[in-house]
């Protein structure tokens, strides 16, 4: 993009780029674009994002006895019913996500 491009061009272009699945180094040679200006925008978009945020939904759990030490799995029951098991030791934040995808 040899002309002055403006912000809300630049948006999409940063968008499109998160939906391509290419490198940034692919995806600014596909585009005739500057890698650094690519760059900038995608931290700037993906800051944004994160300012934004999507709000903190608590979600009500009940605590039952321990698991037995020979036990490797552990369960999560979501208000919906839904269950979902998952090996000791996975990320936390990998599995609250998945908690909040099934309450949606």
């Known amino acids: 993009m040899s002309k002055q491009v403006e912000k809300p061009e630049w948006e999409s272009v940063a ?31 993906r800051r944004a994002a994160t300012a934004r945020g999507e709000p903190v939904r608590l979600l009500p759990v009940q ?11 552990l369960e999560v029951v979501a208000a919906s019913g839904a269950r979902v098991r998952f090996a000791v030791g996975t990320d936390v934040a990998y599995v609250a ?8």
């Open 15 to 45: 968008e499109a780029f998160e939906a391509s699945g290419l490198t940034q180094r692919e995806f600014a040679q596909q585009r005739g674009v500057r890698l650094s200006t690519l760059q900038s925008w995608v931290y700037r978009r």
């Open 63 to 73: 605590v039952a006895t321990a698991p037995v030490a020979s036990e490797s799995v």
């Open 97 to 104: 996500r998945l908690v909040a995808a099934l309450g949606k």
